[in-house]
């Protein structure tokens, strides 16, 4: 496609349901990766996918979360039992290389736990 | 951790050149320095990238020294929709690259 999407753009749960967050790179990107932004603060790296390399799941805060990307290309995020602490916007991009000439980002997923 | 130092915020008027400097003392000899601008409620969006001297694109300039300790964006004759959050990022396409909370640039009518 054109840009990273992602979707939903917006999700609203209830605390201690789970969720799935979508992200469908740039066609041919090898490289995808997860960070999430809480109100006023940096990215948070979560997930790393390169190519068919075992994912770098070094920054998920806790097992709760976990993302999979399937041939490839479309990548799912899914965080079980949210808390609130959870609500933040959940960024995703995508690279051509392994990131050396820069990220482009999708818009986000802003989660809300209530 | 990320691996630069930014200021926090910075103020300008409109029609200025704005320098926003920024620290990376323990860069790598593979790391690259880019930077990102983000708008509220976008993604990061990737402006201008370098590896040593200077690098120009129709967005911005960036000047990086020979010892690569430090860089500078420059923001030539800025305008209100210049107004973001500008991250500065050393690294290489082995790891992925770690956000600071980058300098939050304001500027002013």
């Known amino acids: 496609g054109a840009g990273v999407s992602q979707s939903p753009s917006n999700k609203v749960t209830e605390k201690g349901k789970d969720v799935e967050l979508r992200c469908d790179p740039i066609s041919g990107h090898t490289a995808l990766y997860w960070y999430r932004q809480s109100l006023g603060q940096g990215l948070e790296f979560l997930i790393y996918?390169?190519?068919?390399?075992?994912?770098?799941k070094s920054g998920l805060p806790s097992d709760r979360f976990s993302a999979e990307r399937t041939g490839g290309s479309v990548s799912t995020l899914t965080i079980q039992r949210t808390q609130q602490e959870d609500s933040a916007v959940y960024l995703c991009?995508?690279?051509?290389?392994?990131?050396?000439?820069?990220?482009?980002f999708g818009s986000g997923t802003r989660l809300t736990v209530v | 951790l990320a691996k630069t130092t930014q200021p926090i915020s910075m103020d300008s008027y409109e029609g200025q050149e704005v320098n926003i400097t920024c620290s990376h003392n323990?860069?790598?000899?593979?790391?690259?320095i880019t930077w990102y601008q983000q708008f509220p409620s976008q993604g990061p969006r990737f402006i201008i990238q370098g590896y040593k001297t200077k690098v120009t694109n129709e967005v911005a300039s960036l000047f990086i020294p020979a010892d690569r300790k430090s860089s500078t964006l420059s923001l030539p004759r800025v305008s209100l929709s210049d107004t973001a959050v500008y991250y500065c990022?050393?690294?290489?396409?082995?790891?992925?690259?770690?956000f600071g909370k980058g300098t939050r640039l304001s500027v002013i009518a």
């Open positions: 323990n860069i790598a000899t593979n790391d690259y």
């Open positions: 991009a995508s690279s051509s290389t392994t990131g050396v000439y820069g990220y482009t």
């Open positions: 990022l050393s690294g290489s396409g082995n790891t992925p690259l770690v």
């Open positions: 996918f390169q190519g068919n390399s075992a994912p770098d």
